[in-house]
């Protein structure tokens, strides 16, 4: 039974599909299909697939390049791409970018942090110093002597 015939039934050897979506492996089941990795190809090998498809000339070269060594199309259109515009085929870190400016942000942000803690704790001092002035009929102002 092919893996697409198996992710067709809901069923595998009258046993429902867990309900992740996936097919449980039962004992009477002959082997689990692994799942595919995905494919890395090295800056040396782009490269050469370029040059050969470059060097290609009649029609269905290029075709049969790409059978022989099991790629797509988009697989050179990309490739091209990438050489033309950014003149390198290393591949490019997969997910978010890092902000280069983050940490210092985040150093900001705790100083900030700091800083208004430490303003509130001056304020509360300051005014229990005038609650204390205004108890005992003291002025608020030292005063000057000239």
Request: proline content about 5%; overall charge positive; hydrophobic content about 35%.
């Amino acid at each position: 039974m092919s893996r697409q015939q198996q992710g067709v039934s809901s069923q595998v050897n009258g046993s429902p599909a867990s309900s992740n979506g996936r097919l449980r492996a039962d004992a009477t089941e002959p082997e689990v299909i692994p799942l595919r990795q995905r494919r890395q190809f090295t800056v040396a090998y782009k490269q050469a697939i370029l040059d050969e498809a470059d060097r290609c000339r009649q029609l269905g070269e290029v075709g049969a390049l790409l059978r022989r060594e099991g790629l797509y199309s988009s697989h050179l259109t990309r490739w091209r791409v990438q050489w033309r515009g950014a003149g390198q085929l290393e591949p490019r870190k997969r997910g978010r970018k890092a902000n280069p400016q983050a940490a210092e942000v985040a150093r900001l942000q705790r100083e900030n942090a700091r800083l208004q803690t430490q303003l509130e704790r001056a304020e509360l001092v300051i005014d229990a110093q005038k609650k204390l002035c205004q108890l005992f009929n003291l002025p608020s102002e030292p005063e000057t002597i000239e």
